[in-house]
């Protein structure tokens, strides 16, 4: 059993290694008249284990005391010449210190990607629980009604094009989910520097959430980063 466990690992060591690996990290600035100014950073690591299969790990911290892990796959369903119809399924654990809460998210979405345009439509569950769960005998616990996800994205020129410009219209981004009414909207870029080596920036609009309606409908963030692709 043990030499069995052993080739095991080793054979999954192996395929792991073989694997595309593309590391990402972005330092993020927001500003929201509620909440004022505040700085995060993230992290993302994302695996391409076949031609039609990709995992990814994310992680972001931000000055607010606010933490986020992303966990995600997405398996390619259908390709064609006029793009590819995908099936996307993320995990999004967020937790707030100050508040001794935290939040589970859970999505799922068919996705249909081409050379300039990405369309993605799902659904999604959230629910929040006090720090530590089970506070309370859980009767603070609190499920959400299941909330439909969207995201339209076009670039100007393919992925495979040493610079690229684009805009994202959406109700989700990397750390966070909002109602199907409350949108996100960016422009984005990027420039390859050779050798794997992709620098990305992008602008932008956030809502700021029903309580702060009152004093201003939607926040806006900024964030520059690095992508790393190395060769096999």
């Not at 972005?26 to 695996?47: F, P, Q, V």
């Not at 081409?114 to 530590?132: D, E, V, W």
Request: proline letters at 3%; one cysteine or more.
């Amino acid at each position: 059993m043990k030499k069995f466990a052993i080739t095991l690992g080793l054979l999954l060591f192996a395929f792991v290694a073989k694997a595309q690996w593309t590391l990402q990290t972005y330092g993020e600035y927001d500003y929201t008249r509620t909440s004022g100014s505040s700085a995060s950073l993230a992290l993302k690591g994302n695996c391409q284990l076949a031609d039609n299969f990709n995992i990814g790990l994310g992680y972001q911290a931000s000055t607010l005391n606010r933490h986020a892990i992303n966990l995600q796959y997405q398996v390619d369903l259908l390709k064609a010449k006029s793009g590819t119809l995908y099936l996307e399924n993320r995990y999004l654990y967020r937790i707030f210190p100050k508040y001794d809460l935290q939040e589970f998210n859970a999505l799922l979405d068919l996705g249909w990607r081409n050379r300039h345009f990405n369309f993605q439509l799902g659904l999604t569950n959230r629910f929040t629980a006090p720090i530590p769960l089970r506070k309370n005998g859980g009767m603070d616990v609190t499920f959400e009604p299941m909330n439909v996800t969207f995201c339209v994205e076009g670039n100007v020129f393919d992925q495979t094009h040493p610079w690229n410009v684009g805009a994202r219209i959406s109700n989700y981004r990397d750390f966070v989910i909002e109602r199907f009414t409350l949108f996100f909207y960016s422009v984005n870029g990027y420039y390859d520097f050779g050798n794997g080596l992709r620098i990305t920036a992008e602008a932008g609009l956030h809502p700021c959430g029903v309580l702060n309606l009152s004093s201003q409908y939607n926040g806006w963030f900024g964030n520059v980063g690095l992508i790393w692709k190395p060769k096999n």
